[in-house]
């Protein structure tokens, strides 16, 4: 075995590798001879910057793409997958990072989909719905298999996608950020499932940009750089400095909220908003819920999954119709208006979907940045191309989007590049509110300390911010005010001197961890 | 002409050279342009000659300006079944109009003159389109239900209007003021048919608004992904209301070209041709799911299936063969397209 940097503490065997494994995509060398080990029974977590090259060696390895070279060893024999299906038939399957449900199916055709039991009169469904229960009684997740995909929050969709590699009985199973949309107790609860699965002698790969949730779950680290392994250590070896040192080259710290000015004026107010359930059930995701938050302050909004934020937020944007309340922006009222009017007026909200809500695929990632700031760059019937392009650039060096310009594809993008993207369209309307709905999923905590510091600096000059996330941490590090959201309500309200364990019992959360 | 290097730049970004890839992948529609010319010519000298040319290029007008309409509609993620309808009620109203409008009360008949029988006829074909696209943003009638009711529609009011009939004399007369319908069909500015400087100005215009003006990085935005648009602040219903009354318009234009090219209107006139539309917009290498599509490809497109049935009838080739290899070379275009597109997929 060559290259690997650290000596290896082998004790499991090693039932799928890659050896010198490289991928190029044209002039883009994500992966440049790289050599990766799965131990049985073992979680193998892979570290790394986005764009460093993880989702790629993760697809090389369940046979979603090629290499361009190296070789791929399955119980120390060599094999060339040619796709997934003959992948997974070998006993690999993977969670993508992308979600890849069919949005108009039900949960239960999604999860048996391209596997459908037979029965003696066509597909079995009862039989299919039977194992879907139990599948998701494991994740102790209520969802109804019936239910069609789309219908379910981010967060359930995950879920589904979890169920579907579960259900496969793989021996290999490769997990590329499947946390990022869930709470903390359904982390929890998967946790709990790769313990069983590891006890029972499945292999895990495991990816996530949350670090400390990752050291909980891993026997073995790898770090990938620039698409090359940087380092390797058993668990008990490292620790969180060790990670992002190896990661990132210096140590990042989210820092504390900014400081050292006065709050303006009241930039943006709620007044008993109120949103009807869009789904047409018969009660209010979000409650008459007032708020004020003035130029120059940073609140977070902490809650659970399906405490109500994400359907406050875009009713804020524009997106929802409330059924009653208004919403106020530096003393205007603007209820009526549509979500172009609420944007030039300096209201501006960065989704939580980026795939479903905050990308056109078929653009380019300049296309992409500009599409919310069109304006700025049109005189008279045209589009200024040099205006345009200065916007562009000026907004991929402030996410820091690592591409190769411009006239890129959006798909070429790494998935935590995507949504420095989706941020950065909004920040280039130059908002004098800016709405955040969990935002740092999928960025490293390079990205991360970035968006923050933009954040920041943009809240010194007076912009208001309002930050909706499920992770007390970030809300710790941010925020001056925080607020816990629950069942659509206003549940509690601190200032940034508050303990993490104070939030959480706030929101109806079980402090276990 | 100029939004051709506009276009590119602006999809490849400005430091990027020009890739060969690309380059053929759009390039499939014209190199079978290039492929039929030349087999045409070598099997007839009549082919290769400037006025043939000039012929051709006036039929395909009448495809062409409703494939442009058809376009828009597409990049947007839609579809406008409505348009060969459309075309045969704008022009058998313009051939009414032309005929003279009784009014019974007053005890006259009005002789509009050519002008006014021209912006009405684009109003009526505006209002049509308009009543599409509020169907389908408003409403929330899936688009090919929409235009395909209204397709039957359109049609019947047509047969309703002439009875079934055709009206035939359409050139006017001048102690009434109103000469000049055929102006459009037979008239030439500087050696062109006119039908064919108004397709080139049309698609010159359209170009320039796809590659340049805001509403055409709306369209393409809302046709790739109309929740991402809204959420940008795209106004995608206005935007799916505008292009359906484009398409509506430039069927309304060509019905006038062709009534004129005919000197008669029937209510018969333009059956099927919104699948010939639909077809140019596929041959020149749009998504029917929208968001990806040129006018450059469109125009390829509609001249591909033009000089290819004008090039078998000059050969002599019986018209149902024509039938067969016109729909052999649409299913050939776009297969190379997936075959191309495929096999990137594969290696990437
Ligand atoms: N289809 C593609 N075409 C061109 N470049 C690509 C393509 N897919 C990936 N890349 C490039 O390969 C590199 C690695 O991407 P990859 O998705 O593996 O990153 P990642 O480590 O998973 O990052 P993240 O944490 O953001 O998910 C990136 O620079 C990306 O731009
Ligand atoms: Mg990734």
Known sequence: MTGTPAAKPDTAEVVLAARNVAKSYGQIHALKGVNFDIHRGQVTTLFGENGAGKSTLMKILSGVIQPTSGEIMLDGQPVAFTNS??????????????????????????????????????????EEERQVRKLLEELEEDIDPLTPVEELRLGQQQIVEIARALSVDSRILIMDEPTSALSATEVEVLFKVIRDLTAKGVSIVYISHHLEEALQITNHAVVLRDGTMTAYAPRAEIDLEWIVRNMVGENYDLGSPPGGYDFGKVALSLREVTVADPKGGD??????????????????????????RTELLETVAGRLRSSGGEVVLEGKEVSHLSIAERIARGLALVPEDRQRDGLVQTMTVGQNLSLASIAAFTKGLFTQRKAEQALIDRTIKEVTVKTSGGGAAIGSLSGGNQQKVVIGKMLATQPKVIMLDEPSRGIDIGAKAEVFRLLAEGAKRGLAVVYSTSEVGECLSIAHR???????????????????????AASGESVAA | MSDTSISRTAAKGSAQPFSLVRLLLEGRAFFALIAIVAVFSYLSPNYLTVSNLLIMASHVAIYGILAIGMLLVILNGGID?????VLALCGVLAGAMMQGIELPTFGVILFPPVWAVVVLTCAIGGLVGALNGALIAWFKVPAFVATLGVMYVARGVALLQTNGLTYNNLSGRPELGNTGFDWLGFNRLAGIPISVVVLATIAVLTGLMLSRSSFGRWLYASGGNERAADLSGVPVK????????????????????????????????????????IAAVVIGGAALTGGRGTVRGTMLGAFVIGFLSDGLVIIGVSSYWQTVFTGAVIVLAVLMNSIQYGKGGRKS
Do not use: W
């Open chain 1, 85 to 126: 299906t003959e992948a997974r038939d070998r006993g690999i399957s993977i969670i993508h990072q992308e979600l890849s449900l069919a949005p108009n199916l039900s949960v239960r055709d999604n999860i048996f989909m391209g596997r459908e039991i037979k029965g003696p009169m066509g597909v079995d469904f009862a």
């Open chain 1, 283 to 308: 009660y209010n995701v979000v409650d008459k819920l007032s708020l004020d938050v003035r130029a120059g302050e940073v609140v977070c909004i902490y809650g659970l999954m399906g405490a109500g």
């Open chain 1, 482 to 504: 925080i607020i816990v959201m629950h069942k659509g309500r206003i549940s509690a309200e601190f200032d940034s001197t508050v303990t993490k364990e104070q939030i959480m």
């Open chain 2, 81 to 85: 079944l409505s348009v060969g309808s």
């Open chain 2, 238 to 277: 206005r935007v799916k209301i505008t292009v359906y009354t484009i398409s509506g318009i430039l069927a309304a234009v060509a019905g006038l070209v062709l009534s004129s090219q005919l000197t008669s209107a029937g209510p018969t006139a333009g059956t099927t041709y919104e699948l010939t539309a």
